[in-house]
């Protein structure tokens, strides 16, 4: 399928750019600032900059800017978390480049929290042998760099911000370089932004699965109009579900986030019987890497019958508690747990897309004039699994880098190229129950795509979900929702694809045949 719309007949309304980001997250934002300030720069996104996975994002940035640390020391950790198959020369970019990014967001006036001595606090998360994360209100590190981050961009007079517009289509010319993006507006009416230069920063694709930590707005719609413009998707079988999301007994549209810094900080995982049960599989304890936690914790179920087991930080005092973790401390008391008196239920939820759009050190995808950073590309830093706060660290290294490698493209372009619309078959249009359709997609993939995985299983979910996705692409239905739950599928059947295709358990990917 090359485009989800066929409305371009209709199309009469062109915008243009030098530079066209879509998404305000981090990687977003960071990528603007970088972008020389004679160039025009248009930042795309489908809600506001506070609807979004880096907003939310609780942990912090790891870097190794501490006196007993080394960039050396961060690549051994990011490679043994990555499971071997990290891109060693990806991974050095990330490690030797980071600490320079962090100290420019200092610059910045990112408010990064601050020990006794007026110095950054560094503190420790899973998989990392040395203390590395700096980090933002408590809990809030996402936040708060995402407000510090905004607030520059908007005193650039050459950028334009425009929310609640959603990118549809990426638009090519007769040689397969970017030439713009078809958009929705807010009234799903569909114009176009012409531009040679198109950065991918939309996150991740949580809506996938039924119960994620990613907002409703993450339908991993950057990821599916760059595959029908002809990139390349990589590791997608490598979803990193983060153990520790807060349990509900209620259906929620986002899962609230325990944080991993909660077990640095000296939390201890237990069942209801009150045993530690990572004690002996793993020399980390409740800091081994992600994957591991989160099998041991869905194996404990299995094996209990039961939906949630506990972390338990009441060993630490309420005042502290409350000073390094506000966010989660005031989530919980609101839902009637005092987590300094009593345990903390939690379960594995979907939290981080590890694979996606393939690039290149530059965060240059295989379509000309195209460019991912952030959660939406595959770098290849991760491997088989993101080691803790590598993503935010990830999101300004190379979206710096598409940055650079976009102002320097730009010294030889002398106009920006007009869209030539598509001619596009139409075909009829069906309006569908589209909530009904994603919910049965979110619950294939829990049940075949998630923290454990079968040959059997993941068949049995790519026949249903194959046959949903052709339906979806033989007919057409103007707006969002269609386009979105479009997306979904797509997607998903690139994920239970790549996860079919690799026979060994690695990382994130576990067959449990």
């Not at 650039?156 to 609640?164: E, G, I, S």
């Not at 970017?178 to 950065?199: E, K, M, Q, R, W």
């Not at 920006?416 to 078959?425: I, M, N, Q, R």
């Not at 139409?426 to 993939?445: C, G, H, N, T, Y």
Request: proline content about 3%.
């Amino acid at each position: 399928m090359r485009f989800a719309t066929d409305d371009f007949s209709d199309t009469t309304q062109h915008l243009q750019f030098d530079v066209l980001i879509i998404g305000a997250g981090i990687a977003g934002l960071y990528t603007a600032l970088h972008i020389d300030e004679r160039h025009s720069c248009c930042i795309l996104t489908k809600e506001d900059a506070e609807v979004s996975n880096s907003w939310l994002a609780q942990g912090g940035i790891a870097a190794a800017i501490s006196l007993d640390d080394t960039p050396m020391y961060h690549f051994e950790d990011t490679i043994i978390a990555g499971a071997g198959l990290c891109d060693e020369a990806a991974v050095k970019v990330l490690v030797s480049e980071g600490p320079s990014d962090v100290r420019r967001l200092v610059d910045m006036h990112v408010p990064f929290d601050l020990d006794s001595d007026g110095e950054l606090d560094i503190t420790r998360e899973g998989g990392h042998r040395r203390r590395r994360i700096v980090h933002a209100g408590g809990d809030a590190t996402g936040r708060e760099t995402v407000k510090a981050l905004a607030h520059l961009v908007s005193l650039r007079k050459n950028v334009t911000f425009m929310p609640h517009n959603f990118c549809v289509d990426i638009l090519t010319d007769d040689s397969g370089a970017v030439t713009g993006c078809a958009v929705l507006d807010s009234t799903d009416t569909l114009y176009i932004i012409d531009s040679p230069n198109v950065v991918i920063a939309t996150g991740g694709i949580g809506q996938i699965y039924k119960v994620s930590t990613n907002p409703s707005v993450a339908t991993g719609d950057g990821l599916a109009a760059a595959v029908r413009a002809g990139a390349s998707l990589k590791n997608m079988e490598f979803i990193q579900f983060h153990p520790t999301g807060l349990w509900s007994d209620k259906r929620e549209n986002r899962a609230f986030l325990i944080s991993e810094s909660v077990r640095g900080e000296g939390g201890l995982l237990k069942n209801a019987d009150g045993i530690r049960f990572m004690v002996g599989q793993h020399e980390l304890n409740e800091l081994a890497p992600r994957d591991i936690v989160a099998r041991a914790i869905t194996r404990e179920l299995m094996k209990r019958g039961e939906d949630h087991v506990f972390v338990d930080i009441t060993s630490k005092p309420r005042e502290y508690l409350e000073n390094r973790f506000p966010t989660i401390f005031n989530e919980c008391l609101k839902r009637g747990i005092d987590i300094s008196k009593t345990w903390i239920p939690v379960c594995p939820v979907q939290h981080y897309l590890i694979g996606g759009i393939e690039t290149d050190l530059d965060a240059r995808t295989g379509v000309d004039g195209l460019y991912a950073c952030g959660e939406a590309a595959s770098t290849g830093v991760h491997g088989a699994n993101r080691l803790a706060s590598n993503s935010m660290l990830e999101c300004l290294v190379f979206g710096r880098r598409a940055a650079e490698h976009i102002n320097g493209r730009l010294e030889h372009m002398e106009t920006v190229p007009f869209s030539k619309l598509p001619d596009v078959k139409k075909r009829p249009v069906v309006k569908r129950d589209f909530a009904e359709i994603r919910s049965e997609i979110q619950q294939l993939m829990n049940d075949y795509g998630g923290v454990l995985r079968n040959e059997k299983g993941m068949t049995k979910a790519i026949s249903r979900i194959s046959e949903i996705t052709g339906e979806l692409e033989e007919t057409f239905f103007s707006g969002r929702n269609y386009i979105e739950t479009l997306n979904i599928a797509t997607l998903s059947l690139e994920i239970l694809r790549a996860a079919l295709a690799r026979k060994e358990s690695v990382g994130a990917h576990y067959r449990e045949d």
